[in-house]
C-alpha cells in the first residue's frame, strides 16, 4: 500500500523560510509527474507546485519565484522549498501525484499533511 508522509512545516514569520518534505512507499517513484498541494481553512486544496521524472517545474502564480520543488528519486522523497513566505500561505500542505483524479484512478490516498502557519 503507497504510503505519503510530509513534514517539516511549522509556525514561522512573514519573510521566513519553511522546507518540507514528502517520502513515498510502497510504489514506484521516479517515474510519476508529483506535486505539492495546499489546503487552506474554508478553501478547497490547490495545486502549489509540479515536477515531472525529468525534473522539470511548474508553479502556481502565486508562489512563483519563492517556493522551489525538487526530487530525490534514490529517496523517494519530493522537496518544497518555502521562501519569503506570506501570511497568505497559511495551510495544510500534502504532496501526490500529479495529477489527481480519484474517477480514473490517478494518483495516491492524501497523507495526513503538515501545517504551515505564517504569523507574527
Known amino acids: 500500500q503507497v504510503q505519503l508522509v510530509e513534514s517539516g512545516g511549522g509556525l514561522v514569520q512573514p519573510g521566513g523560510s519553511l522546507r518540507l518534505s514528502c517520502v513515498v512507499s510502497?510504489?514506484?517513484?521516479?517515474?510519476?509527474?508529483m506535486g505539492w498541494y495546499r489546503q487552506a481553512p474554508g478553501k478547497q486544496r490547490e495545486l502549489v507546485a509540479t515536477?515531472?521524472?525529468?525534473?522539470?517545474?511548474n508553479y502556481a502564480d502565486s508562489v512563483k519565484g519563492r517556493f522551489t520543488i525538487s526530487r530525490d528519486n534514490a529517496k523517494n522523497t519530493v522537496y518544497l522549498q518555502m521562501n519569503s513566505l506570506k501570511p497568505e500561505d497559511t495551510a495544510v500542505y500534502y504532496c501526490?501525484?500529479?495529477?489527481?483524479?480519484?474517477?480514473?484512478?490517478?494518483?495516491?490516498?492524501w497523507g495526513q499533511g503538515t501545517q504551515v502557519t505564517v504569523s507574527s
Open positions: 515536477i515531472t521524472s525529468g525534473d522539470t517545474t
Open positions: 501526490n501525484k500529479y495529477p489527481v483524479i480519484p474517477t480514473f484512478k490517478l494518483g495516491y490516498s
Open positions: 510502497g510504489s514506484i517513484f521516479n517515474i510519476y509527474t
